[in-house]
């Protein structure tokens, strides 16, 4: 039923520096190619219609232009050149004539003839930049294989298919002065050379009234009392610099509307006209004591409002889109379901990360008028149509809040620290600037002074910092404690701390959490100031976990003091839930059959006591696919030298105490039976297409889960169950929770746990609503057995 069907979107972001009160916050590509001779990088994208995001005309950034390239000369060479540019491994294939639409402007190279080894296509022999004798229909356009080249960050962008250069900025210019915002509604100005210009109502629809709404953050727009603003016109001089706009009503920028320039000074009048007036309607989320109960976007993690992986709610389960037609309109759509203005930006290609369960829908093609993604056209989705590396995602436009005009910094070093001043009114409209009291200011206050101030980050109270290391992203861990710097007791230091310690810092996720920093450079080594932290591993900073208010170590010398290795990618790994669902039985095996089980203590305590080998063991079996959809490979924290070898599995080593806890909980969150699975080998059973096996257990081979491939645990292989001998029959939850001890880092612990509903009679057993963390509608949650410890990992 559509009407029970919602829309939410999920976000990912990159994490800033911390430093003493505030710092900027900036991302930079890492493309692999070597650095450009000239002195501004070139840049690239994929453009045009119909188009995946792989494919499309291909444009050059250069000198502060976009601009195309011709398709004299071109080859399969040149294109292998460009989509390494763009982030692909190689090109598959490659268009003439303007296959994808006309591009605008500058025709920046022509007759390009690459050998396609070389880093850029600035080195490949052509007539020059901007020396060409075709026009746009000879266009260029590159099909890229679909898969990335590692650590390409550079974010894959439908983009607005206009030419901007005509309009740039728009605004709405209230007529009565008012602090309130955001501004709804006044007189649509143009940015023009220096200043503001109007826009001659003369024919103007609501039509090109949404637009305008749409382009300044609000998902609808409303009549608007014209005669109010006619005095106040009357009175002043206008400037008309457009006219004649005829929007169709989806357009995402004014720019892309039929329109008209007035020529000269941009003096004319508005023969029988006034200027262009317009009132929007903000979002719920953006009304002040908004009493309606609507469906808001939900977010993880403090990204920003208005951006994020696009999921949608079908039969009360989230699900993800694919991006296959994925293109401004249909994310436009999508945008203002969500309450925002029209799309910024469409993305592709899972550029704001994977999202894991159901695909709900392909090759959704929406005429841009829609009220709900659900009202376009798409397909339902075939395992066979997509994987969740199609993910699309959204940037929309939002209002403009002013937030940062009503705090400042004042008295800092720089502009990123200071004493906090905040603007007031009194009763009679004064404005001044006041300080705010700092009892029970802390490290969430700041983070929120600092976003508003555009600043990035807070570090309020505990500054830290990371030394000795061979790189900037690894070092011994210190922190100022009454004015002086020291070390942190390596004692209980775990991934979660490490993982917050690399968070601050903004150097990503932590690869190791070292408790023994002997072998970094010692010159400088300070006294220890700080033991026993312990943190969840969700803190933005240290000063958020606990630690003891007396230092109590007991390996107090600096060789033993906490480090961190940190990385800007990590690991994900996520369980296969309809697996489990599907290959879930009871076995009743014999006891004389489960004497290696025994000694991995993979039995419940009761089988200690059973007459061996008489007997037999109930088992709850059923197989489990792992899979890593992060950024980096998932590897053992031990090293080879560490893996035990087991009589028992004389096949291969195990490199992990315990990979994954599987649980039988009862209806108040108490363990009935439990099992663990240790780590026997670690391989890549099997991968996504065009992605090479790296790890298996043969030989004493190499151990880990790579990108895009999955390690398969079968239901037939020793302690892949859990023992339920002494369960009575009735109604359990069977919890599964990969990486449970957080021994090696991921980029998101949230999706780890796995949960279903049980039902055993005492013979046989059924499982139902299988999902991973919060794969499930609000609702659905709730009519989910609820416990304390039952979700996100949170066991007791």
């Known amino acids: ?54 494919e499309g005309r291909i444009e050059i950034f250069y000198k502060g232009e976009w601009g195309t390239i011709c398709d004299d000369d071109f080859s399969l060479s040149n294109a292998h050149v460009l989509c390494r540019q763009l982030g692909f491994v190689a090109a598959t294939g490659w268009t003439h004539s303007a296959k994808y639409g006309k591009g605008l402007g500058k ?133 008309y610099r457009l006219h004649s706009v005829a929007c169709v009503g989806t357009e995402v920028h004014l720019a892309a509307c039929p329109l008209e320039f007035n020529k000269g000074n941009a003096t004319e009048t508005c023969e029988g006209g006034m200027p262009a007036v317009v009132s929007c309607v903000p979002g719920p989320q953006y009304v002040q004591n908004n009493g309606q109960k609507k469906k808001k976007p939900q977010t993880t993690g403090g990204a920003k409002l208005g951006e994020g992986r696009v999921e949608v709610l079908k039969n009360n389960e989230w699900g993800t889109v694919c991006d296959d037609r994925w293109t401004l309109l249909s994310a436009s759509v999508v945008c203002r379901e969500l309450g925002f203005g029209s799309a910024k930006d469409a993305f592709t290609g899972a550029r704001m990360g994977q999202g894991i369960g159901p695909i709900h829908m392909n090759e959704v093609q929406c005429l841009g008028t829609e009220k709900s993604i659900w009202n376009c056209g798409f ?33 800092g070093r720089t502009p990123y620290e200071g004493r906090v001043e905040v603007l007031s009114v009194d009763a009679n409209g004064t404005q001044s600037w006041g300080l705010v009291c700092g009892g029970a200011w802390g490290t969430k206050e700041a983070m929120v002074v600092c976003r ?38 390596s004692t209980a230091w775990t991934t979660k701390e490490a993982m917050v310690v690399c968070r601050q810092l903004g150097l990503g996720y932590s690869m190791h959490a070292i408790t023994e920093t002997w072998y970094w450079d010692g010159s400088n080594v300070t006294e220890m100031v700080m033991s026993g932290v312990k943190c969840t591993g969700n803190e933005m900073a240290l000063s958020q976990c606990q630690h003891h208010k007396t230092i109590s170590c007991q390996k107090t010398s600096a060789k033993f003091s906490a480090g961190v290795i940190c990385s800007e990618t990590a690991s994900d790994l996520v369980l296969n839930a309809p697996l489990v669902q599907q290959t879930v ?76 806890h599987y649980d039988l ?26 992605i090479s096996k790296r790890y298996e257990c043969a030989n004493f081979g190499e151990q880990g889960i790579t990108v895009g491939c999955w390690d398969l645990y079968r239901h037939d292989i020793d302690c892949q169950w859990i023992d339920i001998t002494d369960v009575k029959p009735g109604n359990y939850v069977l919890q599964i929770v990969i990486n449970p001890n957080f021994e090696v880092a991921e980029s998101d612990f949230t999706n780890n746990a796995m949960k279903c509903n049980c039902k055993y009679d005492g013979h046989r057993i059924w499982l139902h609503n299988c999902h991973m963390g919060d794969a499930f509608s609000d609702e659905a949650e709730r009519r989910f057995e609820k416990y304390p410890g039952q979700l996100n990992n949170q066991i007791s």
């Not at 959204?394 to 940062?404: D, G, I, K």
């Not at 061996?612 to 959809?629: A, E, M, V």
């Open 107 to 239: 025709i920046w190279l022509d007759n390009v003839q690459c050998n396609g080894g070389e880093k850029s296509i600035e080195l490949c022999k052509s007539r020059g930049w901007g020396n060409s004798d075709c026009t746009h229909d000879e266009d260029a356009g590159v099909i890229c294989k679909d898969e990335r080249i590692p650590g390409f960050v550079d974010s894959n962008v439908i983009h607005v298919q206009v030419d901007e250069n005509k309009v740039e900025e728009v605004r709405l210019r209230p007529v009565v002065t008012t602090k309130k915002r955001p501004i709804t509604e006044g007189v649509v100005e143009v940015k023009y050379k220096d200043g503001w210009t109007q826009i001659c109502d003369v024919g103007w629809t609501p039509k090109n009234t949404r637009v305008i709404c749409g382009m300044l953050g609000f998902p609808h727009e409303r009549k608007v009392n014209k005669n109010f603003y006619k005095l106040s016109a009357e009175r002043q001089k206008h400037q």
């Open 379 to 411: 397909k339902n989705i075939t395992s066979e149509d997509c994987q969740h590396i199609e993910d699309a995602a959204v940037r929309c436009n939002t209002p403009y809040m002013a937030f940062e005009n009503s705090l400042r910094l004042t008295g």
């Open 585 to 660: 039985y009871i076995e009743d095996r014999p006891l004389h059959m489960l004497y290696c089980a025994a000694e991995e203590d993979c039995l419940s305590k009761s089988a200690a006591k059973a007459n061996w080998p008489y007997g037999h063991r109930r088992l709850l079996r059923f197989s489990s696919q792992i899979h890593n959809i992060g950024r980096a490979d998932f590897r053992p924290k031990a090293g080879r030298h560490s893996w035990i070898w087991h009589a028992c599995h004389g096949y291969h080593y195990h490199s992990m105490d315990i990979f994954t």
């Open 665 to 690: 909980l009862s209806s108040n969150g108490t363990k009935v039976a439990e099992g663990h699975k240790a780590s026997f080998c670690l391989e890549d059973t099997e991968c996504h297409e065009g």
């Open 452 to 489: 508003q101030l555009g600043l990035g980050y807070a570090n309020h109270g505990l500054q830290v910092r990371i030394v000795g290391g061979r790189t900037h992203y690894e070092g011994r861990v210190e922190v100022q404690m009454g004015g002086r710097w020291g070390t942190v007791c």
């Open 1 to 54: 039923d559509s009407s029970h069907q919602w829309l939410c979107f999920i976000i990912s972001f990159l994490l800033g520096v911390w430093f003493p009160a505030c710092i900027l916050v900036q991302t930079t590509p890492r493309p692999t190619s070597t650095p450009k001779p000239q002195s501004d990088r070139l840049q690239f994208r994929l453009v045009g219609y119909p188009r995946k995001h792989n």
